[in-house]
């Protein structure tokens, strides 16, 4: 027998909501990478979150191009690099790199402003802080014949001065918002300045020390300079005039004319092995005008050094054993391994960042603890959802089963979204995000309580379980409606004003407020309009309503007698 048009309509909303599900899982399965499984933080599945924090020299808050470009540049050396799983995203003034995996290094690595500069070297010595001998100002390296190339040698034996080619020309510094600058000590800074002031004060003091162009400076320079300590200048040398600096591994301290090519006449960089000497290298592809300046140098340095600056530290100073060099090509040898050769490559080939960032949050998490994390949170959820059930069936008997099927209809949605929104948006689920679904868990069973209590009201009237059902769902989703607004409002303002994993917390809160109304209106409401039309689920025994039937009753017994009164 066909149904009536009373009970069509809760048959149409569960419809509704089963095509709903139908959707989201057809795009699960038939869309992407047709994979089931959530996009998991990295505190479930193992690997790093770095947080860097932009500074700008008046402290004011960057530019969001600014934030923008930064992002585009480290995704370009997260892609160079090939880590899977890996992302970049704007938070406020913060940029959070997060990579899968338990290689911490790398993920700090990717935020390298990789400033570079190709400069001459005047003088090589090992460091000698504290000694007052006065270094020489020159370098006569031993000679040798090879192909157009640059290859390392030992520090040149000091000899006569050899000043840069007349008309040479230095470039202007790279264009950045705002140089990189030291990470600034733990200290207070002294003399009650700010430590911005502090940072200001000390890269002033080392420009006068290091890039003075008075050669007894210089001499000073190079002898009290100590390759262990923090330098101020990192990324804020002035490439038009000459620097005192270290080699990258502190063996060495140089004295470097200015800088005769810009890092950003670099076309194209990539990595390689070379046999015939069995060493790893970084090739350099220069523009047009970077190849015209490269020649030009390496005429003018043939059988002498020149070293390839990043940000202020010299990673290769090789001798150019024959010059010119023509066709825009060389390569940078030094101790590279295979993964670190190709990652200055990375960095070089992607260009400098246009902020200065300091890590303000490094966060590390083994596979093995992420993976007990997420059993955890999974058993957490668990444990919820069971109390929830055994309180709905231990006060409103069957009726609880109703309450269960709408939880599991809700949480079958919920898994669908996790997946397709991590797929979509790069939504990760993490322990924070699994607490927002845990209270999500809650707040649905807040609807059915509401709705319960409601019909009790209706049948305290004395109205029947079939006529109490519909006019309590009339009361209750005003009552629901108003809640989830408050919730679903406090998720947005949290959202909105939080940073990190306390977002997801909000997010996914948010997201499971929505859905909880709409399983209220397509899966709860219409399962109790169908059971309220049954005579077994109207039964006191099966829905747990005798005592507020009692109640109706005695109620309508003292109305009787006092009108017969």
């Not at 019909?455 to 059902?469: L, N, Q």
Request: hydrophobic share 40%; proline share 7%; charged share 15%.
């Amino acid at each position: 027998m066909p149904p009536s048009q009373g009970s069509a309509h809760p048959f149409r909303l569960l419809g509704v909501y089963a095509a709903l599900l139908a959707v989201i899982y057809a795009l699960v399965f038939f869309t992407g990478d047709h994979s089931p499984s959530a996009k998991l933080g990295i505190d479930l599945q193992g690997g790093t979150r770095v947080t860097l924090t932009a500074r700008t020299p008046d402290g004011n808050k960057p530019s969001q191009d600014s934030l923008k470009k930064a992002q585009e540049i480290i995704e370009s050396r997260v892609n160079g690099l090939g880590v899977s799983g890996s992302e970049v995203v704007i938070d406020g003034d913060n940029l959070v790199i997060t990579v899968p995996g338990e290689d911490s290094q790398q993920a700090r690595a990717l935020a390298t402003t990789a400033k570079l500069y190709i400069r001459p070297v005047l003088f090589a010595t090992e460091p000698q802080a504290g000694d007052a001998a006065p270094p020489a100002t020159g370098t006569a390296p031993p000679g040798g014949t090879a192909p157009p190339a640059a290859t390392e040698t030992p520090a040149p034996v000091p000899g006569e001065s050899t000043p840069p080619a007349e008309g040479a020309t230095t470039p202007a510094p790279q264009s950045r918002v705002f140089p990189a600058q030291a990470p600034p000590t733990p200290t207070p800074p002294p003399g009650g300045l700010t430590t911005q002031q502090q940072q200001a004060k000390e890269i002033a003091d080392a420009k006068a020390l290091r890039q003075s162009t008075d050669q007894q400076v210089q001499q000073v320079a190079v002898a009290a300079m100590d390759c262990t300590k923090p330098d101020p200048l990192t990324g804020n040398d002035d490439p038009a005039l000459p620097l005192v600096t270290c080699s990258q591994d502190g063996t060495e301290v140089f004295l470097l004319g200015p800088s005769r090519i810009d890092g950003q006449e670099i076309a194209d960089a990539t990595s390689g092995l070379n046999s015939q000497q069995a060493r790893h290298e970084v090739n350099l592809e220069f523009k047009s005008s970077g190849a015209d300046a490269w020649s030009k140098l390496t005429g003018e340095y043939v059988n002498k050094r020149v070293a390839f600056v990043l940000d202020s530290k010299v990673v290769s100073a090789p001798q150019v054993q024959q010059g010119p060099q023509l066709g825009g090509r060389t390569s940078i040898s030094g101790s590279f391994t295979a993964d670190s050769a190709a990652e200055l490559a990375n960095t070089l080939k992607y260009g400098s960042l246009p902020l200065s960032f300091q890590t303000s949050e490094a966060e590390t998490v083994s596979a093995t603890l992420g993976l007990s994390s997420l059993k955890a949170g999974l058993l957490a959820g668990a444990v919820g959802l069971i109390a929830v059930l055994l309180y709905c069936l231990l006060v409103y008997r069957m009726l609880g089963l109703l309450a269960g099927f709408s939880l599991i209809a809700a949480g079958v949605a919920v898994y669908g979204i996790i997946v397709l929104l991590g797929r979509w948006i790069g939504f990760t689920l993490d322990l924070a995000g699994i607490a927002g679904l845990i209270i999500g868990i809650g707040l649905t069973a807040d609807s059915f309580v509401v709705f319960f209590e409601r019909i009790k009201d209706e049948m305290r009237e004395g109205r029947s379980f079939r006529s109490a059902v519909p006019r309590g769902w009339q009361r209750a989703q005003r009552t629901n409606l108003s809640g989830k607004t408050v919730s679903l409002i406090a998720s947005v303002v949290l959202y909105l004003l939080a940073a990190g994993q306390v977002k997801g917390f909000a997010f996914t809160l948010g997201v499971t407020t929505v859905l909880d109304v709409i399983v209220l209106y397509l899966v709860t409401a219409p399962l109790l309009m169908l059971a309220s039309r049954s005579p077994f689920w109207a039964k006191p025994s099966v829905n747990g309503l005798g005592s507020v039937q009692q109640i109706a009753r005695e109620r309508g017994q003292a109305r009787s007698k006092e009108m017969s009164r």
